[in-house]
């Protein structure tokens, strides 16, 4: 059996004590108790409640049951020897009415947060991680302009209690996925489709992201401060396909960083878009470039394309590659390029957190024990990609496994398994599987090596 341990080399600068190591998980894919502790409902309730929405028809109701076994899952956290806990506050039980603020919500946040702190971990807050309120989206959702100016008063809202209190604070999490998958494709919630919908949704959460950065800053100055994009950068299938390529890069997530980090969108997906330009008033993009402390990225796979006959991009499979249970090719080396393209893009490129990054698999805990041997490869692989990258002079300073445990993933339901941790739905019993195993003894090991060094 291969070493039950990541090795990262000799030389590298992810094993210096200031290359933050951490888990992530989100709100909705973890927490249940959805009509506890004042929460109302978030778009993803509803839209799971909707038959033939996500696999199984299956719901957050429970999922990992965190919301009630937070203490011991903190301890887990901690167990594995990581500098940093990443999740997602809910909005819902926090702002539960328009206007209202929940004591209740904020007190069960902050029990989580003051519990990793006193074991000395740090805690990365992101404000949506997709579950907007029900009540908002009855009003037109992120296709009403007016969300991002709810999305400011609730961060203005988390910020000025929390404070300096959350180390680093994230606006969104892939606006991407929340602004494509939910309002342009329909594959998410709350179910939208139409290109012009998904441009308008995703202007309107930048605008959010942009509108809450001052306050952020002011409500905790000593935090930092940023957004996390999602990122499969394309490859063309023939060297001729190289604009098919671009223009998928252009709509997959220049769309996004560009914005804000060069106050402009990519004019490829405006020119292919011609109909479909969103609402733009003077002024937003100097909102919505306001400087941030870093951004994160998340990695799982890149994708191969060309045109089709009718002038789209087409995803070309790869049958020869491998490929995760959820179908996701593995490309590690698609990770150190990503980073590299993007060093080159963006000359003002803040520092990078890795801020999700896995596979996906169907494991299965056989007396007490969970091989995962295609995640441990996956993790070691891209461990290596991400310090690739920073020899080549691109300022990554952490790297976050997704996830910490297996969870409601979304229109996949609970098929899909993401976490270094096996959950046993029937009885919440959590079990680390070899990947959690292996990257434990490489922090413990960094952490002696820190010690005595
Ligand atoms: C990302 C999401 C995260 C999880 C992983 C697999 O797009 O941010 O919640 O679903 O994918």
Not at 51 to 76: F, R, T
Not at 410 to 421: D, E, S
Not at 430 to 439: G, P, V, W
Request: hydrophobic share 40%; proline share 5%; charged share 20%.
């Amino acid at each position: 059996m291969h070493s039950l341990k990541y090795n990262l080399p000799t030389d590298s600068k992810m094993r210096d004590k200031s290359f933050v190591f951490g888990v992530a998980t989100s709100a909705y894919q973890i927490e249940g108790a959805v009509t506890e502790g004042g929460r109302t409902a978030s778009i993803w309730d509803t839209f799971c409640y909707t038959p033939g929405k996500v696999d199984n028809n299956e719901n957050g109701d429970i999922a990992c049951d965190h919301y009630h076994l937070w203490e011991q899952d903190i301890e887990m956290i901690h167990g594995l020897g990581v500098d940093a806990y990443r999740l997602s506050i809910s909005w819902p039980r926090i702002v539960p009415r328009d206007n209202c603020v929940n004591q209740e919500g904020l007190h069960f946040y902050e029990r989580i947060i003051d519990k990793c702190h006193a074991l000395g971990m740090q805690v990365y807050v992101t404000l949506y991680h997709w579950d907007l309120p029900q009540y908002l989206e009855d009003k037109g959702g992120w296709l009403n302009r007016e969300t991002a100016y709810k999305f400011a008063q609730y961060a203005d809202l988390v910020s000025g209690y929390f404070g300096n209190k959350i180390d680093v604070y994230t606006t969104l999490n892939e606006p991407f996925v929340a602004a494509f998958l939910g309002y342009r494709w329909g594959i998410h919630a709350p179910g939208i489709k139409g290109d012009a919908q998904g441009l308008l949704a995703s202007h309107h959460m930048l605008l959010g992201h942009g509108l809450a950065m001052p306050l952020l800053r002011k409500n905790a100055p000593n935090a930092k401060h940023g957004v996390v994009f999602n990122a499969s950068p394309a490859y063309p299938e023939n060297p001729t396909d190289q604009e098919a390529a671009d223009l998928c890069d252009a709509e997959g997530f220049h769309w996004f960083i560009d914005p804000v980090l060069k106050g402009e969108y990519p004019t490829l997906v405006l020119d292919h878009y011609p109909a479909a330009h969103p609402m733009i008033l003077a002024g937003d993009l100097d909102i919505i470039s306001a400087p941030v402390d870093y951004i994160g990225i998340n990695y799982y796979s890149r994708c191969v394309v060309r045109f089709d006959a009718n002038g789209q991009v087409e995803t070309i499979a790869q049958p020869d590659a491998e490929h995760t249970y959820i179908g996701w090719e593995i490309c590690p080396q698609g990770l150190t390029e990503l980073l590299i393209r993007l060093d080159k893009r963006y000359p003002n490129l803040p520092p990078i957190y890795i801020t999700e990054n896995g596979a996906a698999g169907n494991d299965v805990c056989v007396d007490g024990e969970v091989i995962d041997e295609q995640r441990t490869r996956y993790f070691q692989d891209h461990l290596e990609a991400v310090d690739n990258a920073i020899n080549a002079g691109v300022d990554v300073k952490g790297y976050f496994a997704w996830s910490l445990m297996d969870n409601f993933e979304w229109a996949f339901g609970y098929a899909q398994r993401f976490g270094i941790v096996h959950v046993d739905y029937q009885t919440q019993k959590r079990t680390l599987k070899q990947s959690a195993i292996a990257f434990r003894n490489m922090l413990i090991s960094r952490s002696l090596e820190n010690k005595n060094g």
